[in-house]
């Protein structure tokens, strides 16, 4: 059993797993960590990836599925190398996001949810990222970009 | 003594570590308290500070902590502090979170060691990736310094600390979904009773509570309730961390007395309008708080006052609303938020608040009808009451709907009337 | 007991309700949906929204899910008032944004509670301009259609599915105003009892696709109240007909027995009344060993010569036909000529269930073992064997989960709450057997052990709890049967559950002193039997001097066989057994075995067909009325023995008899009203008063409309006309009540909400005291083969249930990976056997959870021959081809971590 999990999940992504499971009273606990954390080293959560974490979590892929579809950052479709957060919500909106954001996706050849032809950038939707005194902002990969504009969008994709 | 405890190491030079925050007095609390203090008198303490918890809801700290049943021996007990700051508008927690890590730890271990809370959890949104790599170190270092972990200080009493990152969805905000989450299961919320308390997480006793709150128990312990009650204005006990973003000339976020005016906070501290812009409304306290209008200006920030001017005073960070933004299309976008963000557990809010949305969508664009204002406010009545639905989220995004319908009515039916957004264009 | 106020009327209420159960209780009637009276509440629907007020002085009060609002003493409420009328408007226009105006090509249409609660909400104008929601359907199997497009969203499948059944292939996905219902991907609902989603889902979502393939609207079906046959529970269900077929099979709920759900195997195997191998006709072995279908009038005649020119008749009746065609056949050929169609080892198997019922151990009802704090299982793969009562275990295992909620002042009809502080801890569950059971999930302690070391441990349990050291046992035994006293000592409400599945005594012995023992310690143990078909205590009680075999072993001349298999009873000797009879006189429904080598078989009727009384595990007779009047020459069986012998009479005078001449069995003149019973005047209606009675389907014989069949046999009609609503429990047809067209109406005719029904629960215990028992010893058997049952092919009816059939697995013996190391073989290989002279070859399965000494075959028709076997000589099949791949439900969620 253990040889098949490891075709689908490396050794180090159970080990990390495993870790988590140690702080938790019961391995099913550890579902959105083990998700988070085979979505890490992959981008996303195939189909495969979720049958071999149900299986390490002792639980249905039908469970964890539940669990993966309901968070906004658990992806089950392929993702680019970097998602775009961008935020959408009120202090972004009124320092002019949306003009913002439809420039960004101009300047990508991207509406929300797409992916870049050359598979560099998904682009998402985001709520408040909390830095609304420098609105409007989004983050691409883990850092922060933030008082946007229309004019100073496009210098962060070149 | 400081007047600004939160943010008397935040300086914008970095975040403290642990040598900064204790010579700063930081961990002298629990050096003073930790196995030796009597947890009844710590939880008197907390409950004659009149500290009121600083997530939105305002509910009496330590009455909150009263209602945790005593240590059977039976299990784990938990304290969660909730750090998934997602209120549209709000930036507070972030702040403490990057700039002093060992505030919230220290608040934290004070607080479990209150409570006989032996497990510890951070739950933080997952787009802090700094305040969760500065928060892990601090914890490492203060298991290091021996503030965590077994046998603190030398004490019996043992506190494991550990960092929950969530997986993206603003419903986490709500304690009990935020339990859910914790537990690795969707984060729907639980009906109350029973409360966290008595059955939380895994079914044991739990305490959530918001970052900030649980950065003003060093403090208290330090400097006692009545150093404490001083430092607000009026009745209110302590400070808060106030703030504004939209299109004010200062955006930002102060620590200023509990009770301070909504005029000194907007006038003085985020320095008024930008130029060419009018204040039109605010919401005090993000997304799910009421408008307020320049009438209330000078209304003191603290719960009861808002609450009074039929608002909320919610996290305390307001969004301001100028004069060439469109209302409708402000509410429209918070809806748009809160539909997105429902969980999808109870009717009024999974069907209920799409429909809105997708009324103010349709009112924006130049395609509304005199009937959807009806249709509104029907949904509005549906929707809007604790009680009506299953948790706060969708009576919390009716409070902008609502009060905007009140004060900005007109503007509603002019794009009815006019066919048109009378804003477009503008920016 | 604490009073409220509701609209200014004063309602006395159960402590501990809460109020929506405390309203529909009071005849109230008020919306909702996500709650079931079965899984209590979780606030999701909002639908039964009223108002309370804080006091006498309050005029405005607040808005309160009544579902979730425990009924405190005093407390006052308005379901009227405007606001409350107006919110519930409000959930229902809110819940039909999304759903599509499909009523009427949507199979709920017309039972649709959906439908009630819209009714009943009064919303009917739509304000709602945008696009409905729309998603993609799944294939779930051959058992369930769903239609995702109409879900409202209650949450009821999902709770149902995962917390109340334990499956874990069907979720909740995604979320907001997205939110679908399924499973990862299409494939079969794996649940042995997915079924119950059909009648759990408020709408459309969840259909019975058997019924969809050949639908009727409800109201015209025509139904009578039926006893399952799938097994020995006796679970009632509603049957419903049209046009001669069987259309459906619905739970008929049952305080005592099944509550609000049936197991897969009764909701869709009694389909088997529709098989192409049904016996339609009666038929006459010819000269050249073929059947001439003949007139019955002409058959029972040459029957009649046959056995009046007999110089020896014996008859074997069957414990899967009702009391009434055995006590035909019984008086037929006469009392010392009669076997009840049981095997010697069944037979005494039987009689010590019987000895139990009547003896002071309690013997729960299945409901009641619901409440039971300690499960002992010796034996019995009780997910396979009685199916429906693994459901009931399973809530068992919550009961430490309620402890605990009750220790924290949550009720416990606050479903979420209680399982958020029982987390994974449960009541104690000990399952023994040989073979893997899905219910082994949810156990405390499981044993996979030889048939033999089962009895023995059971033994060894018994001395544990008496804290003997018999000597015997190993250290590990001991300690294992120790550990399991300890958990059956401590609790309040042990049970002990085993049967006649393995066909062994010992077992059975082991389990009965376990109960005595624990009895004697004054623990109120409950005893709970397993027997094999929907009437083997029935026979038993009947008549159970004269095994099979004794029969058999006079070599009679003709031999009657009353709806009985004999080759699933006699294996590998079934063909010696009737080759010396010359007259072999069958009646039965099916095609079999048996009848392929009579000289004269009859058709006979099936359950839906005929009236028949039954009685179940528990000693309770049942009354099973006939759910239509069948076509041709279908007759049943007790009026087919009693044309033998010339003779005409009534059913109930066949109760008489049986009463007056079984004292034990008296009981079954009341277990249902009698043929003469009225209500106002009238019968009671199979059809709903909607019936339209009406169609064309006759139009090219006679435009006219024809004349309902009569029915003398039964209280009831076929027709529309009679009494509906106001029948007795025992004689309701469906159930339907003004409002409540959905068998969410089930509330209408209960004392209260979840309680006995209020004309008294159906049917008659007829074993109630008057008995002792005592220990026994425990004997061996020595077997290595053992049956391994399957909810899906080990039941001789329903394998004919033409959808179910396609779940039927192919043969295979499971082994030990020793006993295949051994045979040099590995999975999926084939071994080889041979039986009177033929040669079998089946796939291997390997499974190291197996007892070492034992090998499984499944017990379905393909492997009968080895019922009797103790053991086979095994080798590797050569040039051996797999049987294809069936559809056999499989547990997917690896659990071996």
């Known amino acids: ?158 | 003594m400081t007047q600004s405890p939160l943010t008397r190491n935040i300086q914008g030079n970095g975040p403290t570590d642990i040598l900064a925050y204790e010579a700063s007095g930081g961990y002298l609390a629990a050096r003073d308290n930790i196995g030796k203090a009597d947890p009844a008198d710590l939880l008197q303490l907390i409950k004659d500070s009149n500290l009121l918890g600083r997530g939105g809801a305002g509910f009496p700290t330590g009455m909150k902590w009263s209602f945790v049943p005593p240590a059977d021996g039976n299990g784990h007990r938990y304290l969660v502090a909730n750090a998934d700051e997602m209120e549209p508008g709000t930036f507070k927690d972030r702040l403490i979170m990057e700039n002093d890590p060992h505030q919230l730890i220290e608040g934290m271990l004070l607080s479990a060691y209150t409570l006989a809370a032996d497990v510890g959890y951070i739950f933080i949104r997952a787009e802090y990736h700094l305040a969760i790599a500065r928060i892990r170190s601090a914890i490492s270092e203060a298991e290091q310094k021996c503030y965590l972990g077994d046998r603190i200080l030398g004490s019996k009493y043992s506190f494991h600390l550990q960092v929950h990152i969530s997986a993206g969805r603003y419903i986490c905000g709500e304690e009990t979904a935020l339990l859910n989450s914790l537990e690795g299961k969707r984060a729907t919320p639980r009906a109350k009773p029973p409360f966290p308390q008595v059955s939380g997480l895994w079914g044991r006793p739990t305490i959530v509570n918001n970052v900030e709150t649980l950065c003003n128990i060093p403090h208290i312990v330090n400097h006692g309730a009545n150093w404490f009650k001083s430092l607000g204005k009026g009745d209110n006990a302590g400070t808060k961390l106030f703030g504004a973003s939209g299109r004010v000339k200062n955006p930002g976020c102060w620590e200023l007395p509990m009770g301070t005016s909504i005029r000194e906070i907007l006038e003085v501290h985020a320095g008024g309008m930008q130029d060419g812009y009018m204040l039109k409304g605010f919401l005090p306290g993000g997304a799910s708080t009421d408008f307020l209008t320049p009438d209330h200006l000078d209304l003191p920030m603290e719960y009861e006052a808002i609450q009074k001017a039929g608002s909320r005073m919610g996290t305390g960070l307001m969004v301001v609303l100028d004069d060439r933004a469109c209302p409708v299309g402000m509410i429209a976008n918070l809806e748009k938020f809160f539909a997105r963000e429902s969980c999808g557990f109870c009717t009024p809010c999974r069907e209920g608040l799409p429909w809105v949305q997708g009324i103010l969508d349709k009112i924006e664009a130049g395609h509304g009808q005199a009937a959807d204002l009806e249709v509104l406010e029907r949904q509005a009545l549906f929707i809007g009451a604790i009680g009506n639905t299953h948790c706060a989220h969708a009576p919390g995004a009716m409070e902008p709907l609502v009060s905007g319908l009140k004060y900005f009515r007109s503007e509603f039916e002019q794009h009815i009337h006019d066919g048109r957004c009378p804003y477009a264009g503008e920016s | 007991m604490p009073t409220i106020k509701v609209d200014n009327q004063k309602l006395v209420v159960k402590d501990g309700d809460n109020l929506l159960q405390a309203l529909l209780s009071a005849g109230i009637d008020i919306p909702y949906f996500c709650w079931h009276p079965a899984m209590g509440s979780i606030g999701a629907c909002r639908q039964c929204a009223v108002v309370q007020y804080a006091g006498e002085d309050d005029t405005r009060g607040r808005i309160v899910m009544s579902c979730m609002t425990a009924v405190t003493d005093q407390a006052r409420f308005s379901v009227a008032t405007q606001s409350a009328d107006q919110f519930r408007k409000s959930v229902i226009e809110n819940l039909m944004l999304n759903h599509p105006h499909d009523c009427p090509v949507c199979e709920e249409g017309g039972e649709c509670h959906l439908q009630d609660m819209t009714v009943m909400s009064g919303h009917s104008v739509r304000h709602y301009e945008g696009k409905k929601t729309t998603y993609r359907n799944q294939y779930l199997g051959p058992f369930i259609g769903h239609e995702m497009n109409r879900c409202i969203t209650c949450y009821r499948c999902v709770r149902y599915y995962q917390d109340h059944a334990g499956g874990h292939d069907l979720n909740a996905f995604g979320s907001r105003d997205r939110v679908f219902f399924g499973r990862v991907e299409s494939g079969l609902l794996e649940s042995e009892f997915a079924g119950n989603l059909v009648e759990v889902c408020p709408t459309g979502v969840f259909t019975d696709k058997t019924f969809s393939k050949h639908y009727t609207r409800k109201w015209d079906l025509q139904s009578s109240p039926t006893i399952c046959q799938g097994c020995s529970l006796g679970c009632n269900t509603y049957t419903s007909e049209r046009y001669g077929q069987l259309r459906r099979v619905q739970n008929r709920y049952h305080h005592q027995v099944n509550g609000y759900f049936l197991c897969d195997r009764g909701r869709f195997g009694a389909q088997f009344v529709n098989a192409e191998s049904r016996i339609r006709q009666a038929g006459i072995r010819n000269s050249q060993g073929l059947y001439d279908a003949t007139e019955l009038k002409t058959a029972i005649g040459i029957a009649r010569s046959i056995i009046s020119n007999a110089s020896t008749i014996k008859g074997i009746g069957s414990p899967r036909a009702s009391l009434e065609s055995n006590q035909a056949l019984r008086e037929l050929v006469g009392q010392n000529n009669y076997s009840n169609g049981m095997t010697e080892v069944e037979q005494a198997m039987l009689q010590k269930i019987i000895d139990v019922l009547r003896s002071p151990i309690p013997t729960p009802s299945m409901m009641q073992t619901e409440q039971c704090d300690a499960v002992l299982v010796l034996g019995e793969d009780v997910t396979n064997f009685a199916p429906r009562l693994a459901l009931s275990l399973r809530q068992a295992t919550q009961n430490r989960a309620k402890t605990l909620a009750l220790g924290v002042h949550i009720p416990l009809w606050h479903d979420a709450a209680v399982r958020e502080i029982g987390q994974s801890d449960r009541s104690p569950l000990v399952i023994v057997t040989p073979t893997e059971d899905r219910l082994d999930e949810v156990a405390s302690h499981v044993l996979r052990l030889a048939p033999d070391n089962i009895a023995l441990l059971g033994d060894e349990i018994c001395h544990a709890i008496k804290d003997e050291d018999n000597g015997t046992a190993s250290d590990n035994v001991s300690s294992v049967a120790r550990e399991i006293a300890g958990l059956l000592k401590q609790a309040t409400k042990p049970l002990i559950v085993a049967g006649t599945s393995l066909q062994h005594p010992g077992i059975l012995q082991a389990a009965l002193n376990i109960a005595i023992t624990l009895n004697q310690q004054n623990i109120s143990a409950g005893f709970f039997a397993c027997a094999s078909e929907s009437n083997s205590l029935g026979v038993a009680m009947l008549d159970n001097q004269h095994s099979i075999s004794d029969i058999m072993a006079e070599q009679p001349e003709t031999l009657v066989v009353l709806e009985n298999d004999l080759q699933r009873r006699l294996g590998d000797r079934f063909d010696a057994s009737l080759a010396g009879i010359k007259h072999l006189i069958v009646l039965d429904h099916l095609d079999n075995p048996t009848v392929s080598v009579s000289t004269l078989v009859l058709p006979a009727a099936t359950f839906a067909e005929a009236e028949g009384t039954y009685v179940n595990n528990e000693g309770r007779a049942q009354r099973s009325f006939a759910t239509f009047n069948p076509a041709g020459d279908i007759t049943p069986s007790y009026e087919l023995l009693d044309q033998l012998r010339s003779v005409k009479r009534h059913i109930d005078e066949i109760h008489h008899v049986i009463a007056n001449s079984i004292p034990t069995l008296a009981g079954i003149v009341a277990a249902a009203p009698a043929a003469s019973f009225r209500i106002e005047g009238a019968k009671i209606a199979r059809m709903t008063h909607r019936a339209s009675g009406r169609t064309a389907i006759d139009a090219n014989i006679s435009v006219h409309e024809p004349t309902p069949p009569m029915d003398d046999d039964s209280p009831l009609v076929y027709s529309m006309e009679g009494q509906h609503e106001q029948a007795p429990a025992n004689l309701r047809a469906y159930s339907w009540a003004p409002g409540w067209n959905s068998n969410q109406s089930n509330h209408k005719f209960q004392q209260e909400v979840g309680g006995s029904e209020r004309t008294g629960d159906p049917g008659i215990l007829v074993l109630t005291g008057g008995g002792e028992i005592k220990t026994g010893d425990v004997t061996l058997t020595h077997r290595r083969l053992v049956p391994e049952l399957h909810i899906f092919g080990s039941d001789e009816l329903t394998n004919s249930a033409a959808d179910l059939a396609t779940l039927v697995t192919a043969p295979y013996l499971r082994m030990h990976g020793t006993t295949a190391q051994s045979l040099g073989v590995v999975q999926d290989d084939g071994v080889s056997f041979e039986v009177n002279k033929q040669r079998f070859s089946f796939a291997v399965i390997v499974d190291d959870s197996m007892p070492a000494d034992s090998l499984a075959y499944p017990l379905i028709p393909a492997t009968v021959v080895l019922t009797n076997l103790d053991d086979i000589q095994l080798s590797k099949a050569e040039s051996w081809t797999k049987a294809p791949a069936s559809g056999q439900r499989m547990i997917t969620t690896d659990r071996s971590q």
Request: some cysteine; aromatic content about 6%.
């Open chain 1, 1 to 158: 059993m253990k040889s098949e999990l490891i075709n689908a999940l490396s050794r180090a992504e159970i080990d990390a797993i495993e870790a988590e499971i140690t702080h938790l009273p019961d391995r099913k606990s550890a579902a959105i960590d083990a998700l988070k954390i085979v979505q890490s080293q992959r981008g996303w959560i195939s189909d495969d990836s979720l049958s071999a974490i149900a299986k390490l979590l002792n639980m249905s892929a039908a469970e964890l599925d539940g669990i993966a579809t309901f968070y906004n950052l658990i992806f089950r479709h392929p993702v680019g190398e970097q998602v775009i957060l961008f935020c959408d919500s009120v202090s972004c909106w009124l320092m002019n996001g949306e003009k913002v954001c439809s420039k960004l996706q101009r300047t990508l050849g991207i509406q929300h949810g797409e992916t870049t032809a050359d598979g560099q950038y998904t682009l998402l939707p985001v709520t408040c990222l909390g830095d609304c005194d420098h609105a409007p902002a989004m983050m691409v990969g883990e850092s922060l970009h933030h008082d946007l504009t229309v004019d100073n969008i496009e210098a962060i994709f070149k």
